[in-house]
């Protein structure tokens, strides 16, 4: 079954440390996509990145990268020197093909990243 | 354009109402979906919709019922509101899996349910 994991309920970190949010993921799938979600205080959800699982290189995008390793089945993301502005919730999310050939999303708990000036 | 937009924003409603809340969407996307979030408990998917006219029961879908009569409307109706549904519904839309990807969601504002 399709499953993701985010094993960290709750993150705090002081600003400028460095921090990294675990995904992992079970698929029966050999194609699969990945996706990581920011939900700030005021409550929208915010897309970040999209990850096909023929692509193993690792993505980086200013402060943010993502690490996505296929023999662990895990796509962890880190934010280098925190910000306060960072502190939100975080969601890991895998794609969930359907029998009729379309598709949904499976979505992980959430890991809360508290950012502490 | 206004992506995703949410009526209403917040509601209250006594154990047994029923209510209607609204998603819309003006990026021409097939899919379609409600989820409701819980502390603690991530996203979970209540029902979705490929394309206008269709529906799908997703992961928590009793209690509710869904329609999509326009391609750019997708409804979630609660027919008798009970405490258990209060919680925040997010609407989310994206393009749909022409040439095999699987694209982002856009989400809604969220609409805060409070059931009494």
């Known amino acids: 079954a399709q499953k993701v994991t985010q094993a960290q309920t709750e993150i705090s970190v002081v600003e400028k440390e460095d921090v990294t949010l675990d995904c992992v993921y079970e698929?029966?799938?050999?194609?699969?996509?990945l996706f990581w979600y920011k939900q700030p205080p005021s409550g929208e959800l915010v897309f970040l990145i999209r990850r096909n699982s023929f692509d193993e290189q690792n993505e980086i995008s200013g402060r943010y990268s993502w690490n996505f390793q296929k023999s662990t089945s895990s796509f962890n993301f880190t934010i280098t020197a925190s910000q306060v502005v960072d502190s939100a919730v975080y969601f890991c999310?895998?794609?969930?093909?359907?029998?009729?050939?379309?598709?949904?999303?499976?979505f992980g708990t959430g890991t809360r990243l508290k950012v502490l000036a | 354009n206004a992506g995703v937009t949410q009526t209403p924003k917040f509601r209250v409603l006594k154990t047994g109402q029923s209510m209607t809340l609204l998603c819309a969407q003006d990026m021409n996307h097939e899919y379609m979906y409600w989820y409701r979030q819980d502390p603690g408990m991530g996203l979970r998917l209540i029902h979705y919709s490929v394309g206008e006219g269709t529906t799908a029961k997703g992961e928590v879908p009793d209690g509710y019922n869904v329609s999509r009569l326009k391609k750019q409307n997708f409804l979630l109706g609660l027919e008798s509101a009970a405490p258990s549904q209060t919680s925040v519904y997010f609407c989310?839309?994206?393009?749909?899996?022409?040439?095999?990807?699987?694209?982002?969601?856009?989400f809604g504002p969220g609409t805060r349910l409070t059931v009494t």
């Open positions: 989310a839309s994206s393009y749909s899996r022409a040439g095999g990807a699987f694209h982002e969601q856009y």
């Open positions: 698929t029966r799938d050999t194609t699969y996509y």
């Open positions: 999310a895998l794609s969930d093909p359907t029998t009729s050939g379309t598709y949904k999303y499976i």
